[in-house]
């Protein structure tokens, strides 16, 4: 079953997505820090350093929302970093950012579908997707499109939601997702359903040993995945 924002729409999940974010883009850097502790922050921190010995000069930041992901790979120092995503409401205030940050000639933020990318095969040296892979309408067919646009070794970092296994890890994550998180992100953001989707989707999603095994499939090599903070999420590496 496809987990969709809005239940009583008739609309494609590409389509509710990108009316979600739309509606919540003005209020999600505030809520995506609060609702996690800035511990969202450390985790793409993370994802960056397992570039560092790469050092990719083209690379995609893919679902890249407000930007966060494209201005922690500066990082890397690589000479351009292009950001898609479906939702311009998030491109805005990502565009906005970095503007006020002068990073124009470094990042290039631009409308685009994950599941049909607007690029050449083998452009970029590296990809990055920041909560972004469990949005796809089509999870097989936007892995392959981003597949498809990696320069030959180039490096795949994806950044998760998971499930925890552990007590009580697990019941304290399950009871904050599930009731304190939604009520909250009505609160500020005004749409009763965007957070009520986000944990609807995590638990729909196919996290840890089911995602190589998806990776596997589509032909990336040698998949890991490295649980963050008792598995609340993941940072899945692969290459091609």
Same mark, same amino acid.
């Given at each position: 079953?496809?987990?969709?924002?809005?239940?009583?729409?008739?609309?494609?999940?590409?389509?509710?997505?990108?009316?979600?974010?739309?509606?919540?883009?003005?209020?999600?850097?505030?809520?995506?820090?609060?609702?996690?502790?800035?511990?969202?922050?450390?985790? $793409?921190?993370?994802?960056? $350093?397992?570039?560092?010995?790469?050092?990719?000069?083209?690379?995609?930041?893919?679902?890249?929302?407000?930007?966060?992901?494209?201005?922690?790979?500066?990082?890397?120092?690589? &000479?351009? /970093?292009?950001? #898609?995503?479906?939702?311009?409401?998030?491109?805005?205030?990502?565009?906005?950012k970095i503007k006020a940050k002068g990073l124009q000639n470094v990042i290039e933020l631009k409308l685009g579908d994950s599941e049909n990318l607007a690029f050449n095969d083998s452009t970029f040296d590296a990809y990055t997707v920041g909560f972004g892979v469990r949005n796809f309408e089509n999870l097989e067919k936007g892995l392959s499109e981003m597949l498809r646009v990696l320069k030959p070794?180039?490096? *795949?970092? #994806?950044?998760?939601?998971?499930? +925890?296994?552990?007590?009580? /890890?697990?019941?304290?994550?399950?009871?904050?997702?599930?009731?304190?998180? +939604?009520? #909250?992100?009505?609160?500020?953001?005004?749409?009763?359903?965007?957070? &009520?989707?986000?944990?609807?989707?995590?638990?729909?999603?196919?996290?840890?040993?089911?995602?190589?095994? /998806?990776? &596997?499939?589509?032909?990336?090599?040698?998949?890991? *995945?490295? +649980?963050?903070?008792?598995? /609340?999420?993941? #940072?899945?590496? *692969?290459?091609?």
């Open positions: 079953m496809t987990v969709i924002p809005y239940k009583e729409n008739t609309n494609s999940k590409k389509e509710q997505v990108a009316t979600m974010f739309n509606n919540i883009s003005n209020k999600y850097d505030f809520l995506n820090h609060f609702l996690s502790l800035g511990i969202d922050i450390l985790w $793409r921190k993370k994802a960056i $350093r397992l570039l560092k010995k790469s050092q990719p000069k083209q690379l995609l930041d893919i679902a890249t929302g407000t930007g966060d992901f494209a201005i922690a790979a500066l990082k890397l120092k690589p &000479t351009k /970093i292009i950001g #898609i995503d479906i939702s311009e409401g998030m491109l805005k205030v990502g565009q906005e070794n180039g490096t *795949a970092i #994806i950044l998760e939601f998971s499930k +925890p296994k552990v007590f009580p /890890i697990k019941q304290l994550y399950n009871f904050y997702f599930n009731n304190m998180l +939604p009520s #909250i992100g009505k609160l500020v953001s005004k749409d009763n359903n965007a957070y &009520t989707y986000l944990p609807e989707s995590v638990s729909a999603f196919p996290d840890g040993e089911k995602f190589i095994s /998806i990776l &596997t499939k589509i032909g990336y090599k040698n998949p890991i *995945a490295i +649980p963050l903070m008792f598995g /609340i999420a993941s #940072i899945y590496k *692969a290459t091609k």
